[in-house]
């Protein structure tokens, strides 16, 4: 009887137990913020967090996007890393007043849900020169690029069961549409004030994963805030256009007050570190060498102006080879991916002006008049100690000096040194001049 009552009582135990760990687990929703131009690290960072999300035994992945667009290989990356994630993967246009513009379209229709805060806004869609020299493409491979990136769409679109018809015309007419217009083509899937009202209106929704179908479940659902690893966010802000090209005029102005003014150190250092640093993130975007070679020959024509006195002319070759350059940095037509007018002006006066004021410091410290050395002795009037014939001696600062003169000079008579030969002097009279 006992042993009834006790194997009842584990049994109760072990139930008990179950059930209490059966209330406790909730499904968990991992939530990160991509926000800014979509460049490889933004990919990088989206694979990986798919990948965190999946060893946190995560419900799903919740991403907070806002973007201008960005790269297509970038693009291309995520919407593959995307459609063949093990788990759920939301996208999100949000907060209020965000966008999800030429590259964020496609991450949108890939997600496996689809959503937009009010007052967003998604579409424009339609493919740029992209290293292809950021100008006009000619009209057949236009076309190419054009079908290509249309069909990508469609099939991405066909694939989500979403409108086929609005991402084609997205793509051709850059088409850009508000949120409550998205829903009712059938673009997206869910309008939301925020995640918490997303996370309600998703509860059971079924989708399709690589590995089959999956329902969502979000009641009581514990959201995950997953920040952006410094080594991460360090990437990703490097690789914006503006930041890239910040670092690289900091670098190079780093490197020429080094060079101009040895011995500095700190500068030099500065200078290296960001300059590394550009190189990185200009590797990531549509690069123009005609434009770092520009900027780079600017710099070589400031160096040059304290080198050589062309009073002026050399500066103003290296600020226009510099605004060129900085014009011409980035080889497309995407906006996301080109330097900000905001950014570009203001940098190249600042760049300029510092170039022009190290220029100024040398020049007037070459200028100045050397206080020793034998430069420092010219000019300098003394007295002749002796007859001087063809040599003598005359006395100056404290030390006797053998003098030479072309012409005879009396003992007495004041001299001035003309010139400094070794350790003999040239001098002349200067009393004869006085009194003519």
């Known amino acids: 009887m006992f042993k009834k009552i006790l194997c009842g009582l584990i049994t109760l135990s072990i139930f008990g137990s179950a059930g209490v760990l059966a209330e406790e ?24 967090s798919i990948e965190d999300a999946q060893k946190d035994k995560a419900e799903g992945l919740i991403i907070l996007l806002d973007t201008p667009g960005g790269m297509d290989t970038a693009m291309r990356d995520i919407a593959k890393s995307i459609l063949n994630a093990p788990l759920p993967v939301i996208v999100f246009v949000y907060p ?35 290293g292809l020299g950021g100008g006009e493409m000619d009209k057949t491979m236009s076309a190419k690029v054009e079908n290509d990136a249309a069909a990508y769409a469609r099939s991405i679109a066909k694939t989500r069961g979403r409108s086929e018809e609005w991402v084609e015309k997205a793509v051709r007419k850059s088409e850009s549409i508000t949120a409550e217009e998205a829903l009712k083509l059938n673009v997206i899937d869910f309008v939301a004030a925020d995640v918490d009202k997303l996370l309600a209106a998703i509860d059971q929704k ?86 770092i070679l520009l900027i780079i020959f600017g710099v070589i024509l400031f160096f040059a102006e304290i080198k050589v006195m062309s009073h002026g002319i050399l500066s103003v070759g290296g600020v226009i080879s510099l605004v060129l350059g900085s014009l011409f940095l980035f080889d497309t037509a995407e906006p996301s991916l080109r330097i900000s007018l905001q ?64 012409k005879s000079i009396k003992k007495g008579a004041k001299v001035k040194i003309v010139k400094v030969e070794g350790l003999s002097l040239i001098v002349e009279e200067t009393n004869k001049e006085q009194n003519s």
């Open 25 to 48: 687990k909730k499904p968990v929703f991992n939530v990160i913020t991509v926000e800014g131009v979509i460049t490889s690290p933004t990919a990088k960072y989206i694979a990986g």
């Open 206 to 291: 079924e989708v399709s994963l690589a590995n089959g179908k999956k329902k969502i479940s979000t009641k009581d659902a514990v959201i995950n805030n997953k920040k952006m690893g410094t080594r991460a966010g360090i990437l990703s802000l490097i690789s914006d256009p503006n930041i890239a090209y910040i670092l690289l005029l900091v670098g190079l102005a780093g490197l020429y007050f080094e060079l101009s003014t040895p011995g500095a150190i700190l500068p030099g250092v500065i200078g290296g570190i960001s300059l590394l640093m550009a190189f990185f993130g200009l590797s990531t975007l549509p690069v123009n060498y005609t434009g």
């Open 343 to 406: 950014v570009l002006i203001p940098a190249v006066l600042v760049i300029s002006g510092f170039f022009i004021v190290i220029i100024w410091i040398a020049t007037k410290a070459q200028l100045r008049k050397h206080l020793t050395g034998p430069e420092a002795m010219i000019g300098v009037e003394t007295e002749a100690l002796t007859d001087i014939a063809n040599e003598g001696n005359v006395f100056l600062e404290g030390q006797y000096w053998r003098a030479t003169s072309a």
């Open 96 to 130: 209020s007043g965000a966008r999800a513009a030429s590259a964020g379209v496609i991450i949108a229709s890939a997600a496996h849900i689809a959503a937009m805060a009010p007052s967003t806004n998604i579409g424009a869609a339609h493919p740029v020169a992209i």
